[in-house]
């Protein structure tokens, strides 16, 4: 049995740094998967409804006069969740992340920010009582900020990064250890299973085709008792609704849901609900979690201040932070 915690001397919370930059100069091509159900609550696609189009490209406010080409958003109507049917797949996953951290994010800092991920780790911490040294791993890690803040805070932190240019400039900060920090994705990553503590994906679980898969592989690596962090996109959003009431006043069945064939690259948005039906299947449980208003760099100024209070008040803000315990004893 592994430690109910990690021992001593073992040798993308999400960062909104700007508004995003433009698709990438390198056109992507794709492969599209059809989806056999819902990938969160497993249920059948006959009860998951048609909630609109998704052009390949940002849509402005008349998506009618963009040219491009166009996925179907469903909705489960079990769980909430707002994902595309066909999946487009890169080619390869450089069409999407191959590209300088500063181009991905206009204007990105490469240092963590105040407070960057702290509340994340003060949430840990209460929910992992009695583990002196708490040991991570940062599926997603982007520049390594997080890792950085939970090293910082005395996590003994572990990663892995598909992006290469991502991925160079992490380990630039925290140290080329190919053990420690992998140049990987989840589905080719080696990890010890059931070893780590804390398993976070940041905000990444949301840019992978198949999060049922990524959830599932954490769970492994992840201790009975330990806990699962996602930081993701809320299909409750209240700016996303209004944008897509705009869109049917003006004739369209266009949505501003997800953009899993532009930056940056959103393929679902999820719900509470989503989380704990998914846990009925897979064996973990929804322990904790909080909506925040976030930071839309499309949204006008002078609409902020009144949007950011009524989403404060209603819990429809942009982002979705979860804390999922795995079933078992710690």
């Known amino acids: 049995m592994p430690d109910a915690c990690a021992g001593e001397g073992q040798g993308t919370g999400s960062q909104n740094a700007g508004p995003l930059a433009g698709p990438p100069k390198r056109r992507s091509a794709y492969h599209f998967i059809r989806q056999a159900a819902c990938p969160m609550c497993g ?28 996925v179907s958003i469903l909705r489960c109507r079990i769980c909430g969740l707002l994902f595309p049917d066909p ?17 991905y994010w206009q204007g990105a800092m490469l240092d963590p920010e105040p407070g960057t991920f702290r509340r994340e780790i003060e949430a ?6 009695g583990c002196q040294t708490i040991r991570a791993l940062d599926i997603g890690m982007g520049v390594g900020k997080a ?76 201790r009975p008792g330990g806990i699962v962090h996602a930081e993701v996109p809320n299909a409750t959003y209240l700016v996303a609704r209004l944008l897509n009431l705009w869109f049917r006043l003006v004739g369209t069945t266009f949505v501003s849901n997800v953009s899993p064939m532009h930056p940056p690259f959103h393929i679902t948005e999820f719900t509470e609900r989503s989380f704990r039906l998914h846990g009925a299947r897979r064996g973990h449980a929804l322990v904790h979690s909080w909506i925040d208003v976030g930071r839309d760099p499309n949204l006008p100024a002078i609409l902020a201040p009144l949007l950011g209070a009524v989403m404060a008040r209603t819990g429809i803000g942009m982002q979705m932070t979860v804390f999922l315990r795995k079933e078992g004893a710690g």
């Open 147 to 222: 890792a950085r803040v939970m090293r910082a805070a005395g996590f003994d932190v572990w990663g892995m990064e598909p992006s290469r240019p991502f991925f160079e400039r992490a380990i630039s900060f925290l140290g080329d250890d190919p053990a420690r920090f992998q140049h990987a994705a989840p589905e080719t990553a080696r990890f010890p299973e059931q070893w780590f503590d804390f398993v976070t994906f940041g905000a990444v679980l949301e840019q992978l085709h198949d999060p049922d898969a990524a959830l599932v592989r954490a769970l492994r690596w992840l």
């Open 124 to 129: 840990a911490k209460r929910l992992l009582p």
């Open 43 to 70: 249920a059948d696609l006959s009860r998951c409804t048609m909630h609109g189009l998704r052009l390949n490209r940002s849509q402005d406010l008349n998506p009618r006069r963009k040219p491009g080409i166009a």
């Open 87 to 103: 999946v487009p797949v890169p080619d390869q996953l450089e069409d999407h992340y191959g590209m300088p951290p500063e181009t």
